[in-house]
């Protein structure tokens, strides 16, 4: 068989390129371990969640996405790396959440710069493919806050005391371009033991920016205890308004039981429960210069069951919820706010 030279040629330059790139990855394999070498190699997950909902106040039905979420993560040197997270379909939205550089100068000690998630409360930290019920909780009403700024977390050598702290615009995330004279302020600590994790926190923010709202100070105390495999969690955040407005409050306690099984479509069942309640209270911002009560007081019972096909991290679940809702003496909320069943599945890859 006659080879042609020019065959020849390229087949000599291919091989001494993949011998320089090899002789490269050996130079730096001799400098990391193999387990550092995986790290610069970017990773991706995604967050898929479908429900169906039939109110059972007025007997409306609907389907929704409440999220098509995708990320990426990874390091580009040994002590900096990133994460991006979009959510392409949340309720029919497309939402930019965290875009953000993470340094670690010292053991134990991370700096976050970009949009991010404000440290507080603990039911508004918890990632959507990990909820233990299909709605989030009602306290993340009053805690779940994402914003442009920095923020550093700190696990205190050799002990289980994490701390996390840091300072925000007080505008919205998706607007970074305004000037802030008024910024939120958050701060975070836990404390974590065999099998009980006590958390505390504090936030304080002007919602909109000073001139747009009043501020707002909310402390927040938690408890996380599991055993085997019952989890049993609880949560409770008082708010004070700086403005002509009553100090409101929120609560949550919530337990989830689970067994394994051996179905062709789970590998663990749970039962889950949770009783919680808001009072009556305000987002915080001035409508035509008065605080608006926007926050209606109300109560709510939720009873489920969760079926899940996991392995490791990656889970496929199956949800059934019921949400009973309790006004007392307050006008009822809106068709998201009332009584319903809710039916669906979360995926996480």
């Given at each position: ?76 040197l040994p002590r900096v790396d990133y994460f991006m997270q979009v959510d392409f379909c949340d309720r029919g939205k497309i939402k930019l959440l965290d875009v953000f550089m993470r ?5 134990g000690l991370q700096v976050y710069l970009g949009q991010m998630r404000v440290p507080f409360s603990v039911e508004s930290s918890r990632v959507p493919h990990l909820y233990y019920f ?84 909310q402390l927040d105390a938690a408890l996380q205890w599991r055993c085997g495999e019952l989890y049993v969690e609880g949560e409770y955040i008082y708010r004070h308004y700086c403005g ?106």
């Amino acid at each position: 068989m006659i080879l042609n030279l020019s065959t020849i040629t390229k087949s000599l330059v291919a091989g001494l390129s993949l011998l320089c790139a090899f002789g490269v990855s050996a130079t730096e394999a001799d400098s990391a371990s193999h387990a550092d070498v995986w790290k610069y190699i970017p990773t991706f997950h995604g967050t898929l969640r479908a429900f169906y909902q039939q109110s059972t106040t007025t007997g409306d039905g609907r389907f929704i996405i409440r999220n098509a979420r995708l990320s990426a993560g990874g390091f580009v040197l040994p002590r900096v790396d990133y994460f991006m997270q979009v959510d392409f379909c949340d309720r029919g939205k497309i939402k930019l959440l965290d875009v953000f550089m993470r340094a670690t100068p010292a053991t134990g000690l991370q700096v976050y710069l970009g949009q991010m998630r404000v440290p507080f409360s603990v039911e508004s930290s918890r990632v959507p493919h990990l909820y233990y019920f299909a709605d989030v909780g009602l306290v993340a009403l009053y805690g779940n806050l994402r914003s442009v700024g920095v923020k550093a977390g700190y696990q205190v050598s050799k002990t289980p005391l994490y701390i996390e702290a840091g300072v925000f615009n007080s505008t919205d995330m998706a607007d970074h371009t305004r000037w802030n004279s008024a910024f939120t302020y958050a701060v975070k600590a836990n404390y974590k033991f065999d099998y009980l994790t006590p958390e505390i926190a504090f936030m304080s923010r002007v919602p909109g920016g000073k001139g747009a709202g009043c501020r707002i100070n909310q402390l927040d105390a938690a408890l996380q205890w599991r055993c085997g495999e019952l989890y049993v969690e609880g949560e409770y955040i008082y708010r004070h308004y700086c403005g002509p407005m009553k100090n409101s409050q929120a609560f949550s306690i919530f337990a989830d039981y689970g067994w394994p099984v051996k179905w062709r479509w789970a590998n663990r069942v749970s039962v889950q429960s949770r009783f919680e309640g808001v009072t009556a209270g305000s987002s915080g911002q001035y409508v035509d210069g008065v605080l608006p009560q926007d926050i209606a007081a109300r109560r709510r019972l939720t009873v489920g069951a969760t079926t899940s096909l996991s392995y490791q991290k990656l889970h496929f679940d199956f949800k059934v919820n019921y949400e009973q809702y309790f006004y007392g003496h307050d006008p009822e909320g809106s068709a998201d706010d009332n009584s319903k069943l809710v039916a669906g599945a979360v995926l996480y890859f």
